[in-house]
Nanobody
Framework: QVQLVESGGGLVQAGGSLRLTCAAS????????MAWFRQAPGKERELVAT????????YIADSVKGRCTISRDNAKNTMYLQMNSLKPEDTAAYFC?????????????WGQGTQVTVSS
């Protein structure tokens, strides 16, 4: 079983930066595809970015393209989301997910989320 724990969220002013971390435990996720999702109050969950097991970005949402970078360190069993030039519309709970198949389509494992709040 894989446990995912997000950290790094917080309150930041518009234009600021945050680095979210997703730490996996229980087993190595080095062969898993992983992703960041977010969900704002009253809105549907949105896929933010997906990364392959070798560290290639598979997908990044247009809403964050050019401002966010997804990366991973398989030696540390950890994934990151660097978010720059944050906007109030980035305010949401951010969740990491892992797909054991490696294809990035079946998100079996989820973290509990970390809140990002961007003030204007």
């Amino acid at each position: 079983q894989v446990q995912l724990v997000e950290s790094g969220g917080g309150l930041v002013q518009a234009g600021g930066s945050l680095r979210l971390t997703c730490a996996a435990s229980g087993r190595t996720v080095s062969s898993y595809a992983m992703a960041w999702f977010r969900q704002a109050p009253g809105k549907e969950r949105e896929l933010v970015a997906t990364i392959s097991w070798i560290g290639s970005t598979i997908y990044i949402a247009d809403s964050v393209k050019g401002r966010c970078t997804i990366s991973r360190d398989n030696a540390k069993n950890t994934m990151y989301l660097q978010m720059n030039s944050l906007k109030p519309e980035d305010t949401a709970a951010y969740f990491c997910a892992a797909d054991a198949s490696g294809f990035g389509r079946a998100w079996t494992y989820w973290g509990q989320g970390t809140q990002v709040t961007v003030s204007s």
